[in-house]
């Protein structure tokens, strides 16, 4: 399928968004933490994923591909736009849900809102790795691959985007438990 | 902080995008590359995430057809996106299984065959259905300038008044017209159809007499 999308195939090219979209939604919203102009950037990412797509060797599969191409669109987009402010008041989420588990997502939600702003403020790519290290879950070595980088200078960036965090966190308690909720509790 | 905070929280879920704005995403994605005759123009261009000053420039170079595809958007979304309407219905997706159904949204009437899937949205200025897959038979009162819209792929079909079936199977769409007249633009090709007319994306600048069939 890959093959014949590379070939300009619009059928193969239409499975092949459908196959890949929720993958690099995936990636696209974790890094960047919210739908907000999402859109477009799936645009991006998807008009170079069929542009590069004659050059994939199939080294990765081709779901990591389409992330690693996700992953330098989030970049680019965090590179080019301004830091924005965000009210924190204005993006409170009302728990309105009586499943026991929604309070437990409520307060996840509310908690990464306050990540994702303090992420803002930080180097593009030391946020992108502890997005995807920390937030996301991912190995190390996946991160490296997803952002074509060292083990070694992901892990760096990975441990100086903590740091700054918690530095930042010392104003903000929740944001503070937050980042030590998801490191599993290691503080 | 309370006692569900001092639970493990873990990332929160990541939201998932409604199905409109997918459609949105795809019929774009592929606009654009229609747009620069099948031949992709990078976005965000095949380098590494180090950046550079010469990646910066390469922007420049993309300018042009970046702007000459958010016009197109705009243009586009200009005569299909929201305005001053009061209706705020969410976009429905109706799916119909081993049996064919039908549903009325306002005055327009759908009948879907079987194992047809569609997505409805009402909210905007001219309501739209994207057919995922399958046929429906749209029967669309007239209704002034204010005109319906089917999204078939690549294939856009617009009414005012008409009882018409869009099919589609893939990239391939056939438009049959009982009633009215529709206009359909697919690729280029911008052509009316009359009643008792055919539309095959297969001969796209084709129109042909139900009755010769």
């Known amino acids: ?187 | 902080m309370t006692e569900h905070q001092r639970e493990r929280l873990g990332p929160p879920p990541v939201d998932a995008m409604s199905d409109v704005a997918w459609a949105r995403v795809e019929r774009k994605v592929f606009s654009r590359m229609e747009a620069t005759g099948g031949t992709v123009t990078a976005a965000v261009g095949a380098r590494e995430i180090r950046g550079s000053a010469a990646a910066r420039s390469h922007w420049v170079w993309l300018a042009v057809p970046a702007a000459a595809a958010a016009a197109f958007a705009l243009a586009f979304f200009s005569m299909n996106g929201p305005s001053g309407s009061t209706q705020s219905e969410e976009p429905s997706r109706i799916v119909a299984g081993s049996a064919p159904s039908s549903v009325t949204f306002g005055d327009t009437h759908l009948t879907l065959d079987a194992n047809t899937a569609l997505v409805m949205d009402q909210a905007a200025a001219k309501p739209t259905a994207l057919l995922e897959h399958g046929s429906a038979l749209f029967t669309v009162p007239a209704r002034g300038e204010r005109q319906f819209t089917v999204l078939a792929g690549d294939t856009t079909v617009r009414t005012a008044n008409g009882q018409f079936r869009v099919s589609r199977d893939g990239e391939l769409a056939q438009v049959k017209v009982d009633t009215g007249t529709v206009r359909i633009t697919f690729r280029g090709h911008d052509v009316t159809v009359a009643a008792n007319h055919s539309w095959s994306a297969l001969q796209p600048a084709d129109v042909v007499d139900n009755g010769t069939n």
């Not at chain 1, 990765?60 to 965000?86: D, F, G, H, M």
């Not at chain 1, 691959?145 to 104003?171: F, H, N, P």
């Open chain 1, 1 to 187: 399928m890959a093959q014949r999308a590379s070939e300009g195939d619009r059928s193969a090219q239409r499975e092949l968004f459908q196959r890949l979209k929720t993958c690099v939604h995936h990636t696209l919203f974790r890094i960047l933490g919210n739908n907000r102009d999402l859109e477009d950037l799936l645009q991006d990412a998807f008009l170079e994923i069929f542009r590069a797509l004659p050059s994939f060797r199939g080294d990765s599969s081709l779901t990591r591909w389409s992330q690693t191409i996700a992953t330098r669109t989030a970049y680019l987009a965090i590179e080019r736009r301004k830091p924005t402010s965000v009210d924190l008041e204005v993006v409170e989420d009302e728990i309105v849900d009586k499943d026991p588990d929604a309070h437990r997502v409520a307060a996840a939600r509310h908690a990464a809102k306050r990540l994702y702003v303090a992420l803002e403020k930080i180097d593009a790519k030391m946020r992108i790795a502890f997005a995807l290290a920390v937030i996301d879950g991912l190995p190390l070595a996946e991160v490296a691959e997803l952002t074509e980088s060292s083990l070694v200078a992901t892990k760096t960036r990975v441990w100086r985007a903590r740091r700054e965090l918690m530095s930042r966190a010392k104003k903000d308690p929740v944001l503070a438990s937050y980042l030590v909720d998801l490191s599993g509790g290691v503080e």
